[in-house]
């Protein structure tokens, strides 16, 4: 079986346009999840949507379709690439967990053909922005077969489609798995990137990450987290003291 990632990117986004090539420690964001996710062992490919006047995404395959339709970006890019199966990510994680998407991977090849899909956010437990799923080709031919093109959700978010009919949630289509974080409590946490704020609070904690092969754990990015919070906590208490 041929198991290949694939990011979905775009420079249009509707709260924070062009975040994917925005400057996070030197490196535009799309490059921090394509790196982050090359550690799984697995082909990576950007998938991206061919906007008009827009400057193109690093390391992007475009796809000349409705930028909307992420369902069929993704199933043309799987038949392109002959991936049976398919590792989906979001080009908005730059701290994406490799060792976390490694154990995505590992259960679905392991319960294959049994399973046809498991993921680590169906019922959130990780951090928001360190989510991956993982789900057969056959599965995306038979969502690109039912959804239909005025259905925009469905077709915008790839999955929602398949994740209905899994036997987890009570469905009958398909098998799914849906793995829980090692670290308990840490769900409400949120990495990805939507606003500046978001970009101001992944700069902070990528200059905080340890060199080395330890800067891509999740315990890694809680850490560097917890020390951006406690540094941004004594600038307030500093700056209260001035006031008084």
């Known amino acids: 079986m041929r198991v290949g990632c694939i990011i979905q990117a775009r420079?249009?986004?509707?709260?924070?346009?062009?975040?994917?090539?925005?400057?996070?420690?030197?490196?535009?964001?799309?490059?921090?999840?394509?790196?982050?996710?090359?550690?799984?062992?697995?082909?990576?490919?950007?998938?991206?949507?061919?906007?008009?006047?827009?400057?193109?995404?690093?390391?992007?395959?475009?796809?000349?379709?409705?930028?909307?339709?992420?369902?069929?970006?993704?199933?043309?890019?799987?038949?392109?690439?002959?991936?049976?199966?398919?590792?989906r990510v979001t080009g908005d994680c730059p701290l994406i967990d490799p060792e976390a998407c490694k154990q995505v991977l590992e259960v679905f090849t392991k319960t294959y053909p049994g399973v046809q899909y498991v993921a680590n956010d169906v019922w959130p437990s990780y951090p928001k922005g360190l989510g991956c799923e993982i789900f057969t080709r056959a599965a995306l031919e038979d969502a690109h077969q039912?959804?239909?093109?005025?259905?925009k959700g469905d077709r915008e978010h790839v999955t929602l489609w398949i994740r209905r009919g899994l036997n987890l949630n009570g469905g009958r289509w398909f098998c799914g798995l849906n793995l829980r974080s090692p670290v308990a409590g840490v769900q409400d946490f949120n990495f990805s990137v939507?606003?500046?704020?978001?970009?101001?609070?992944?700069?902070?904690?990528?200059?905080?990450?340890?060199e080395g092969h330890l800067k891509y754990s999740m315990e890694s990015t809680l850490a560097a987290y917890a020390n951006h919070l406690m540094a941004a906590n004594l600038e307030l208490a500093k700056s209260a003291q001035q006031t008084q």
């Open 194 to 210: 939507d606003t500046q704020g978001d970009l101001a609070r992944a700069r902070a904690i990528d200059a905080r990450l340890p």
């Open 11 to 87: 420079m249009g986004s509707t709260r924070l346009p062009g975040k994917v090539i925005a400057d996070i420690g030197g490196w535009p964001l799309i490059r921090h999840v394509y790196e982050r996710m090359k550690l799984v062992g697995i082909p990576v490919v950007v998938a991206a949507p061919l906007e008009i006047d827009q400057p193109r995404i690093p390391y992007a395959e475009f796809c000349d379709i409705d930028p909307n339709d992420v369902l069929q970006r993704y199933l043309l890019v799987a038949r392109k690439h002959s991936f049976d199966a398919i590792m």
């Open 146 to 151: 039912w959804v239909k093109p005025d259905n």
